[in-house]
């Protein structure tokens, strides 16, 4: 038995882009006439199937929905992906996950690959820019998650509440000023996230200041807590670099929460393993992931994008890292 063609070789032999064959054979109304027939003759000449072929715009044909996110081993992604099969499995799909190690350039490369071989896609953390993901989605039935995308199904969560929240909680405790650590500087959760505590930094009375960006790791909390002398208080783009922040200050000699105060973002299960506990940002990952499919299994029935993201609550979980401040001699 021969080797099976692939998209690229139907590419090749058309002479257009992989992402050019799949939408001429998935969505034959979004290229020209002549470059459709182009791809269509190449495609049967080599012998080429995809389940999409011929199949009615929207409808499901491989039962496989694409799940990009930017790091799968990040311990915001387990709950993601677990709502997601979830609701996956009740309706009878599979969810196959891609990880783009934080590459705008690979999670491109990664869904033209796959789009062909699945009925949907779902885009967590994308690092892609708008305009790229609106093209997929005028392929395939796509929702984005952590971010908002104009005319692209999308669910993001408001953070407003928990850092109003997180903000008077740390002035409760004296705290006058705060860091916020952020993250990938192409990531729209961490300009969303230091938005909402820019905004509630007023009503607060605690001034905030941006130090970043850094990896969203570990190693990128770290860094930070190594290479700055840190305010009574630090607010971590997501709990993997409260970790790092947690580790760094006490390397330092510092205290935590007795010299500084952290709180993370996510609410992960690292929050609940580090000592002392983390205070953080919870975000409902599992409840994002489910909604996440029941969305895709709405747009596969022929339902459009809503005007506006799906918008999930955020609230504040106290724990042991954040308490009193104390002055410093």
């Known amino acids: 038995m021969g080797v099976r063609p692939t998209i690229y070789d139907v590419a090749a032999a058309a002479g257009v882009a992989p992402s050019t064959v799949s939408r001429a054979l998935a969505r034959p109304g979004q290229v020209s006439a002549r470059t459709a027939e182009r791809v269509r003759s190449a495609a049967e000449a080599l012998g080429y199937r995809t389940g999409a072929v011929g199949a009615p715009p929207g409808s499901a044909t491989t039962g496989i929905v694409l799940l990009v996110t930017a790091d799968v081993g990040n311990p915001f992604v387990f709950e993601l992906v677990h709502g997601a099969e979830d609701a996956a499995y009740e309706a009878g799909l599979a969810i196959a996950v891609s990880d783009s190690h934080e590459s705008g350039p690979r999670e491109r490369e990664l869904v033209e690959r796959a789009l062909p071989g699945v009925d949907a896609v779902v885009l967590a953390s994308s690092r892609l820019p708008d305009s790229a993901i609106r093209v997929i989605a005028k392929q395939k039935p796509t929702v984005v998650l952590n971010r908002a995308v104009r005319d692209v199904a999308s669910v993001a969560t408001d953070y407003a509440p928990a850092a109003r929240a997180t903000l008077a909680h740390l002035r409760g405790f004296g705290h006058e000023a705060a860091d916020y650590l952020a993250g990938p500087a192409a990531s729209w959760a961490d300009g969303a996230r230091w938005r909402a505590l820019l905004e509630a930094s007023r009503a607060a009375g605690v001034t905030v200041r941006r130090t970043g960006p850094a990896a969203p790791t570990v190693e990128g909390g770290l860094g930070f807590a190594g290479n700055l002398r840190p305010p009574t208080a630090v607010v971590t783009f997501n709990d993997q670099m409260a970790v790092g922040v947690l580790r760094g200050l006490t390397a330092a000699g510092l205290r935590v929460p007795a010299d500084v105060s952290v709180a993370g973002f996510d609410d992960t299960v690292l929050a609940g393993l580090v000592l002392p506990n983390l205070t953080t940002v919870a975000t409902p990952l ?44």
């Open 286 to 329: 599992r409840t994002i992931g489910h909604t996440a499919v029941t969305t895709v299994l709405s747009l596969l029935g022929g339902a459009t994008a809503p005007p506006r993201p799906t918008a999930m609550p955020a609230r504040l979980v106290v724990r042991e890292s954040t308490g009193p401040r104390r002055e410093r001699r």
